[in-house]
Protein backbone atom coordinates (compact mmCIF):
# COMPACT_ATOMS: atom_id res chain seq x y z
CA UNK A 1 0.00 0.00 0.00
CA UNK A 2 2.80 2.33 0.83
CA UNK A 3 4.40 1.82 -2.59
CA UNK A 4 1.30 2.46 -4.72
CA UNK A 5 1.12 5.97 -2.04
CA UNK A 6 4.80 6.71 -3.03
CA UNK A 7 3.99 6.19 -6.67
CA UNK A 8 1.20 8.55 -6.53
CA UNK A 9 3.49 11.16 -5.14
CA UNK A 10 5.92 11.07 -7.67
CA UNK A 11 6.49 14.31 -9.73
CA UNK A 12 4.54 14.99 -12.63
CA UNK A 13 7.31 14.85 -14.73
CA UNK A 14 8.15 11.53 -15.91
CA UNK A 15 4.30 11.34 -17.37
CA UNK A 16 5.14 14.22 -19.69
CA UNK A 17 6.72 12.06 -22.56
CA UNK A 18 5.04 9.59 -24.43
CA UNK A 19 6.78 6.80 -26.31
CA UNK A 20 6.01 6.15 -30.24
CA UNK A 21 4.37 3.21 -29.23
CA UNK A 22 1.85 4.96 -26.80
CA UNK A 23 1.17 7.29 -29.53
CA UNK A 24 0.41 4.79 -31.83
CA UNK A 25 -1.85 3.60 -29.57
CA UNK A 26 -3.51 6.77 -28.57
CA UNK A 27 -3.73 7.58 -32.26
CA UNK A 28 -5.34 3.77 -33.32
CA UNK A 29 -8.03 4.37 -29.81
CA UNK A 30 -8.69 7.90 -31.17
CA UNK A 31 -9.24 6.54 -34.88
CA UNK A 32 -11.77 3.78 -33.36
CA UNK A 33 -13.61 6.18 -30.83
CA UNK A 34 -14.00 8.43 -33.95
CA UNK A 35 -15.25 5.70 -36.28
CA UNK A 36 -18.08 4.65 -33.97
CA UNK A 37 -19.16 7.72 -33.16
CA UNK A 38 -19.43 8.62 -36.85
CA UNK A 39 -21.77 5.04 -37.49
CA UNK A 40 -23.81 5.41 -34.56
CA UNK A 41 -24.97 8.75 -35.27
CA UNK A 42 -25.34 7.85 -38.37
CA UNK A 43 -27.12 5.08 -37.08
CA UNK A 44 -29.17 7.23 -35.16
CA UNK A 45 -29.99 9.68 -38.18
CA UNK A 46 -31.24 6.70 -40.54
CA UNK A 47 -33.81 4.96 -37.94
CA UNK A 48 -37.22 5.16 -37.56
CA UNK A 49 -37.75 3.04 -34.14
CA UNK A 50 -37.70 5.61 -31.50
CA UNK A 51 -36.07 2.97 -28.88
CA UNK A 52 -33.50 1.68 -31.15
CA UNK A 53 -32.69 5.58 -32.41
CA UNK A 54 -32.00 6.71 -28.56
CA UNK A 55 -30.04 3.73 -28.16
CA UNK A 56 -27.74 4.52 -30.89
CA UNK A 57 -27.62 8.17 -29.69
CA UNK A 58 -26.02 7.43 -26.28
CA UNK A 59 -23.89 4.95 -27.71
CA UNK A 60 -22.46 7.44 -30.01
CA UNK A 61 -22.29 10.21 -27.31
CA UNK A 62 -20.45 7.54 -24.92
CA UNK A 63 -17.63 7.05 -27.66
CA UNK A 64 -17.77 11.01 -28.38
CA UNK A 65 -16.71 11.51 -24.29
CA UNK A 66 -14.30 8.41 -24.71
CA UNK A 67 -12.33 10.42 -27.84
CA UNK A 68 -12.73 13.59 -26.06
CA UNK A 69 -10.98 11.84 -22.79
CA UNK A 70 -8.10 10.61 -24.84
CA UNK A 71 -7.35 13.72 -27.11
CA UNK A 72 -7.83 15.78 -23.95
CA UNK A 73 -5.12 13.65 -22.25
CA UNK A 74 -2.87 13.80 -25.37
CA UNK A 75 -3.07 17.12 -25.47
CA UNK A 76 -1.73 17.44 -21.55
CA UNK A 77 1.36 15.56 -22.51
CA UNK A 78 1.63 17.91 -25.48
CA UNK A 79 2.34 21.05 -23.60
CA UNK A 80 6.21 22.52 -23.06
CA UNK A 81 7.83 21.46 -19.69
CA UNK A 82 7.47 24.69 -18.01
CA UNK A 83 3.91 24.71 -18.74
CA UNK A 84 3.25 21.27 -16.85
CA UNK A 85 5.05 22.37 -13.36
Do not use: W
Not at 8 to 33: C, F, H, R, V, W
Amino acid sequence: MQQMQQNNQQPQQGQAMLTSKNLTILEDMLNYEALNYKKLDMYARTCNDPQLKNVCNKAAQLHKQHFDMLFNYLNSHNKPAQQQQ
